[in-house]
């Protein structure tokens, strides 16, 4: 199915509108990082990602109880919104939205009391029919929305919704990402504004169960693409991100599939924005490949969420898998573990070793710092989206305040484990191919 515009309809125009003669991939080895501080607007920090859903209510629950993020704020019938229900997850700065459509017979006009004004029901209605459960929008803060969009679209970035005042010095904008999924503008002209997310929106505190596993932010938002050259190049030239890191399949492929990926950054690299394509002539179809084939085009791959404490979370998680909560691919054989003392055992101790391996996590390291990750099984139907959980330990800076803080990306992004996470992935492939031809 092709890009959807904001009535639902098919889009003419393609995401991906540069040749990308400009750039060309050059794979782990070669790859020099360099940060010129070149973005076109300042990008603060990611503020949220919008999941468009056919139950909002369900589906929020399900991610709060499987997350241990609460509800804590809620724009549905209760609050006076006809249009649509969204409800708010929260933990440290990790912010869910799930949004589904009500009926549009129950108002004359029911998009005037959407709390997301950009929601558009024959939109979702398309998106939600070619996606399934999917991310529609990743949001960003930036200083100024207006300044945000206007120069995105001077630099070639396809609008999709012009800036929007939504009162009390919130504003958002949206443009085409890649596929279905736009990048969202949210800017604040008030400092300490009266609401507990957007306007429109209602505190929820104490409506769900308190839980807490300890996620604090969105580490990255992973895309897939059919062109990873073209779709860079789009990103790129429109909000003025840099690459952050690469790597080809030479770099993490398996003797059966891989992939091409590229990691933009803005300037203070909070926000990270990796891509991947499939790569083709492999034994086996790509995982990106299968991906775009169910997902019927580009989307929001997996969120990687970074925890201050990843046993605890992982702990929790693991109580609730099968309940309720998220299961997660197949731990990588002993010998993993049995290696790991050697690579990490500078880092993490005998105990929590141990417990790497008692919980399935992966370890991997780069020349700053050490990544702890493990990977969720699809979250839906299709073997599309799923949520990566990590800890970044290591490169600890002071800001120009004094003020401590960690390097974005430190310890790279598993390059020494996505041959374990496509062998994962690729035994999970095989029971369903193994039921399909059966």
């Not at 992973?222 to 990103?235: F, Q």
């Not at 003797?255 to 690299?269: C, I």
């Not at 699809?378 to 960690?406: A, H, S, W």
Request: proline share 5%; glycine share 10%.
């Amino acid at each position: 199915m092709g890009n959807i515009n904001d009535n639902g309809q098919s889009a003419t125009r393609p995401i991906t509108t540069t040749t990308g003669e400009d750039y060309k991939l050059v794979g782990f080895s070669k790859f020099v990082r360099t940060n010129p501080k070149s973005d076109r607007f300042t990008v603060k920090r990611f503020h949220h990602v919008e999941f468009w859903c056919g139950d909002a209510t369900n589906t929020a629950r399900r991610f709060s109880w499987g997350l241990g993020m609460p509800i804590v704020a809620k724009s549905d019938l209760s609050t006076g919104n006809f249009s649509h229900a969204s409800y708010l997850l929260r933990s440290g700065d990790l912010q869910f939205l799930f949004t589904a459509p009500y009926s549009p017979s129950i108002t004359t006009d029911s998009n005037s009391s959407a709390s997301i004004p950009t929601f558009h029901r024959s939109t979702f209605l398309s998106f939600s029919a070619a996606h399934g459960l999917a991310v529609r929008a990743v949001a960003v803060e930036v200083d100024d929305v207006d300044f945000a969009f206007s120069t995105s679209v001077a630099n070639g970035a396809i609008p999709s919704s012009p800036p929007l005042t939504l009162g009390d010095g919130a504003v958002i904008a949206e443009v085409r990402l890649y596929g279905d999924v736009v990048l969202r503008y949210v800017s604040f002209k008030t400092q300490n504004p009266n609401f507990c997310f957007l306007p429109g929106f209602e505190s929820a505190i104490g409506e769900s169960v308190p839980l807490d596993f300890g996620i604090r932010r969105l580490d990255h938002a992973v895309g897939n693409v059919h062109e990873l050259v073209a779709a860079v190049s789009y990103v790129k030239g429109f909000t003025g991100f840099h690459e952050f890191a690469e790597f080809t399949a030479e770099d993490v492929g398996t003797s059966e599939s891989g992939l091409n990926s590229v990691v933009l950054a803005n300037n203070d690299e909070t926000v990270l924005i990796p891509m991947n394509e499939p790569v083709y002539g492999t034994k086996r179809k790509s995982q990106i490949q299968t991906f775009l084939e169910h997902n019927e085009g580009p989307g929001v791959q997996h969120l990687a969420l970074a925890s201050d404490d990843i046993f605890n979370t992982l702990r929790e998680m693991r109580k609730r898998s099968g309940l309720g909560g998220f299961e997660f691919m197949p731990s990588p054989p002993p010998t993993y573990y049995k290696n790991l003392k050697n690579r990490a055992g500078d880092v993490l101790t005998e105990t929590q070793i141990k417990e790497c391996e008692e919980l399935g996590i992966l370890v991997d390291r780069d020349d700053q710092g050490t990544l702890l990750q493990i990977f969720t099984k699809p979250l839906g139907d299709r073997p599309t989206i799923f949520i990566e959980i990590i800890q970044r330990v290591g490169c600890m800076m002071n800001d120009d305040k004094g003020k401590l803080y960690q390097k974005g990306g430190c310890g790279g992004f598993g390059k020494g484990n996505f041959s374990e996470l496509f062998k994962s992935i690729e035994e999970y492939e095989k029971t369903l191919e193994a039921k399909i031809a059966a």
